[in-house]
């Protein structure tokens, strides 16, 4: 098979690159590097299954042409990261609706098949029980960048829905919670390469607000192993998943674990959230994926936990460039 994996050179979609030849297919990856990185995807290059075209899922022409090779298109391309989302709103809004578009416009044209990465920022701030993928929406206003986010993320998925619904288009979406692993960067506002990065340089931790919040991290290559099962299958088709790991923990644990599991000297600090993000962000106090209907599905679930993926952040973080 022939993919197209937009966002190829990113933290989610190099692992899956990656994973794709390592199984005989064949990986175009359209990337622009804006979060990306050529160092994730350099170990590919020279590699006959592998393809980089340097460019914007914005760029419709390129997109029609590339897409007019593929078989299926799995889209990761998006702007990401608390920060990014909060420091350019109006380019992250483009590049996630109108950047979907175009890709659903061109599998369409194209007869490929479509796999849209959304996200559990969907959810919104609903810090219910486990959420599951009928659970409801609940989200701020559209002037704050965080719900925006959560809105074009919630558009690309009717947008990609009603493609399948309208124009029989192949689509499938799977809605990531916190992934994490190696080649994830902190800078744009992960919580674990930012822990663990910090923990190796013996600086604090910073904890931002009382650190009672919780979350709940999966490794990359699980998400990985998701993504594929879920691409493999008919059964998929038309629906939503959740991806995730069910396992949860408070960020003040997780800094504790960090600081233990890497022999770190460093202290846990604790900052406003108001310090580090603009006045009225918003956060949610749990976010914990109900997985049973990927399970039910196509058999799959998470299988490291997080002193592994401690581990292997470390690990990398320790070997980076
Ligand atoms: N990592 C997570 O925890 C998580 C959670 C929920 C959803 N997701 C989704 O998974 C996908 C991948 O995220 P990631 O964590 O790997 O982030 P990432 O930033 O590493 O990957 C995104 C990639 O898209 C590329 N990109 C951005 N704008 C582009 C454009 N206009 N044209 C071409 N390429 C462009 C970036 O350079 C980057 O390589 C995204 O759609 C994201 O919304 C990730």
Redesign the pocket.
């Known amino acids: 098979m022939k993919y197209l994996v ?2 190829g ?5 190099s692992h899956l690159t990656d994973a794709l030849i390592a199984r005989g297919d064949s990986v175009i990856c ?7 990185n050529s160092h994730n995807i350099e170990h590919l290059v020279g590699n006959p299954s592998f393809e980089f075209i340097s ?4 760029d419709v022409g390129l997109v029609d042409s590339v897409v007019a090779r593929v078989d299926h298109v799995l889209h ?6 608390v920060f990014t989302i909060v420091d350019k709103p109006l380019e992250s809004l483009v ?1 996630n609706l109108r ?1 979907t578009e175009n890709i659903l416009e061109a599998a369409h044209k194209h007869g490929a098949e479509v796999l849209i ?5 969907v959810y919104g701030k609903n810090g219910g029980g486990p959420l599951n993928e009928e659970s409801d929406r609940i989200v701020g206003s559209p002037l704050k960048s965080r719900w925006s986010y959560s809105e074009a ?1 919630a558009i690309d998925e009717s947008m990609a829905y009603f493609y399948y619904q309208e124009k029989r288009l192949a689509v499938r979406l799977v809605r ?5 692993g190696p080649r ?1 960067v902190g800078h ?1 506002g ?1 919580v674990v390469p930012r822990f663990v990065s910090a923990a190796l340089a013996k600086e604090p931790l910073t904890v931002y607000g009382s650190g009672s919040q919780s979350r709940c991290f999966c490794h990359v290559y699980d998400a990985v192993a998701g993504v594929l099962a879920v691409i493999d299958s008919d059964a998929t088709l038309g629906e939503v998943f959740n991806i995730g790991n069910d396992d949860e923990i408070t960020i003040e644990d997780l800094a504790r674990e960090v600081i233990e599991q890497t022999g770190s000297s460093s202290v846990i600090e604790k900052v406003l959230y108001e310090k580090a993000y603009a006045p009225g962000f918003e956060d949610m106090q749990r976010r914990i994926p109900d997985i049973t209907k990927i399970k039910r599905t196509v058999g799959w679930s998470p299988k490291r936990d997080l002193s592994v993926i401690i581990s292997d952040i470390a690990e990398f973080l320790r070997t980076a460039h």
């Open positions: 937009t966002g050179a990113g933290f989610i979609g359209l990337d622009n590097l804006s979060t990306g460019g914007s899922i914005l990761f391309a998006a702007a990401v990261g590049t950047g990465a959304s996200s559990s920022e993320k990531f919670f916190n992934t994490v994830q744009y992960m």
